[in-house]
């Protein structure tokens, strides 16, 4: 089963780190739309990196306290076809790259344009492990504070609401920690 083990740190939004990843060797960018279906758990990707896009078909659960994610690929026209159905819409962008046992996903929420308007990073660890490596130095300074394990409010889907997540943040910033 494939499971999904990670953990989330809310950034502040600045255009420096953004910024910054375009330019670090080995970080991957990437553009991804994303639509949430009827069905609890199904999601539609289109991911725009390099040269190419692919179109992801997502299905995740939490099974007896794991993330189980199954993703397969499936063709443009279906996806287009699910996306006019799909609602709790996103555009993000996405800076990754792989650090010894881990996986860093850079996730920046856009509001229409350009605009940032929620960022959050996730690492992805081994199956076993709880506790989450440190933050790079890079990301440290910008941190916010680790948000609680399966905390619904950080879930892409709420943060897809821009009214919500720019309260959440405001929050956030206005107790000096994630709550």
């Given at each position: 089963?494939?499971?999904?083990?990670?953990?989330?740190?809310?950034?502040?939004?600045?255009?420096?780190?953004?910024?910054?990843?375009?330019?670090?060797?080995?970080?991957?960018?990437?553009?991804?739309?994303?639509?949430?279906?009827?069905?609890?758990?199904?999601?539609?990707r289109?991911?725009?990196?390099?040269?190419?896009?692919?179109?992801?078909?997502?299905?995740?659960?939490?099974?007896?306290?794991?993330?189980?994610?199954?993703?397969?690929?499936?063709?443009?026209?279906?996806?287009?076809?699910?996306?006019?159905?799909?609602?709790?819409?996103?555009?993000?962008?996405?800076?990754?790259?792989?650090?010894?046992?881990?996986?860093?996903?850079?996730?920046?929420?856009k509001?229409?344009?350009?605009?940032?308007?929620?960022a959050?990073?996730?690492?992805?660890?081994?199956?076993?492990?709880?506790?989450?490596?440190?933050?790079?130095?890079?990301?440290?300074?910008?941190?916010?504070?680790?948000?609680?394990?399966?905390?619904?409010?950080?879930?892409?889907k709420?943060?897809?609401?821009?009214?919500?997540a720019?309260?959440?943040?405001?929050?956030?910033?206005?107790?000096?920690?994630?709550?």
């Open positions: 089963m494939p499971i999904e083990n990670e953990r989330k740190f809310v950034l502040e939004t600045e255009n420096e780190l953004e910024n910054l990843l375009s330019r670090t060797p080995g970080v991957t960018r990437s553009i991804i739309r994303q639509a949430y279906l009827d069905v609890t758990g199904l999601r539609v289109s991911i725009v990196a390099g040269s190419g896009t692919q179109f992801i078909f997502t299905y995740k659960r939490t099974v007896r306290g794991r993330v189980v994610e199954i993703e397969t690929e499936i063709l443009e026209d279906d996806f287009e076809r699910l996306w006019s159905v799909g609602h709790q819409m996103l555009r993000k962008v996405r800076y990754s790259w792989d650090d010894g046992p881990y996986h860093w996903d850079i996730d920046f929420f509001a229409d344009g350009e605009r940032t308007y929620f959050l990073a996730e690492v992805e660890m081994p199956e076993a492990q709880t506790v989450p490596p440190a933050l790079p130095a890079n990301l440290a300074v910008r941190s916010l504070g680790l948000v609680p394990q399966g905390d619904p409010r950080f879930a892409s709420r943060l897809a609401d821009q009214t919500h720019e309260r959440l943040l405001s929050d956030i910033r206005l107790r000096g920690a994630v709550e």
